[in-house]
């Protein structure tokens, strides 16, 4: 049974605790609604880069002059996979549903006999996937130093995915990130990049496209966009990633600041019952000291 | 009174500006265009440079823009910029600062790839030259 001073200590140790989460909590909600905020000033760009996208590359067709990085190399033998993941931990399971969930993709892609290769961004994916695929990993790209994630984070990702491309090192490139739904709910999910899927976007605005003069052609535009939109949708993925974490940590410390305040509560009920008792004690002894004289 | 048509200025960090203007001036990879209402549909690379828009109202203000493509219609214009600030904001630093990164990206670079960094800073140069008076 511990001491009553032991109990005091215990308490006032809790209740430390308890203020540091409250204190993240609120420190995670004004963030999310910055990267929120973030997330939604880069939705018209990505919208209207989809849609001249889906223009161009129908009107360029099965031209020759259609870069590689739209139609890939046309064979999958090399997997790239970008993994991005948060900075810091203290987010509940965000950063190891996502490293889960890209570490299952990778599993099924060796036992298919494919070459793997991994770009790890952000520090817990990181740390997570290099237990089991540290030869793996071929570079990782550290936004710790980051305040707030601009298009150039994103744009120095993308031109190195680019280069790498061009020099052959890989086929196929997925992007790994989790899809923001709401506070409570982010989904790890994947996104081809290279070769774009043009996908069902396309097929609807096929009706709606006007007929395009190029300046210069449309292949050099194409060229010229596809590397652009690939930065974008990794700019993308590192908000939504952003306002993920924020939301995750949100909740995370929500349940912290409400266990230790249950837990408050059953120490305090103890501290009182014990004093409760030794003052009892002290009654008991005093009387029965009264009575024998 | 000429006609005016919608134009949208964005960046892939916000939306610039979104409003009814008369007349765009972009700075087109092969040359400066005009763009007023019923253009016909085009797609145009554009370069770093100043934007110029002339509103309905007949206010005019100009942006600096760093690289990007456009996208015309009879019925509307917008243009994607990389990255884009108001003229009013953008200030010498800024653009040094820019620049320099640039440079530094120009040390081992490939042949093909230095013909276009440099060309870059050469643009970026010109447009400093032309929104900041030495």
Redesign the interface.
Known sequence: MPSLKDLKNRIASVKATQKITKAMKMVAAAKLRRAQE?AE??R???Q??A??LA??AQAVGADDSVPQLMTGTGKDDTHLLIVCTAERGLCGGFNSQIARFARDHVRKLLAAGKTVKIICVGKKGFDILRREFASLIIDRVDLREVKKI??EN??RIGHKVIELFEKGEFDVCTLFYSEFKSVISQVPTAQQLIPASAGADSAETAEAS???????D?G??LT??IP?NIS?QI?RALLENVAGEMGAKMSAMDNATRNAGEMIDKLTLNYNRQRQAQITKELIEIISGAEAL | MADSFNFELVSPERLLLSAMVTEVVIPATEGEMTVMANHAPTMTTVKPGVVTVKTADGKSERFAVFGGFADILPTGCTLLAESAVHVDELDRTVLENRIDAVRAELEGAGDEKKTRLEQFIAELTKLGEIVIPA
């Open positions: 973030a000033a880069a018209p760009y990505s209207r880069m849609d001249v223009n161009i601009g298009f994103a744009d006007a007929i395009y003069e190029y300046e210069p449309a050099a535009i010229d966009l652009r974008m700019f």
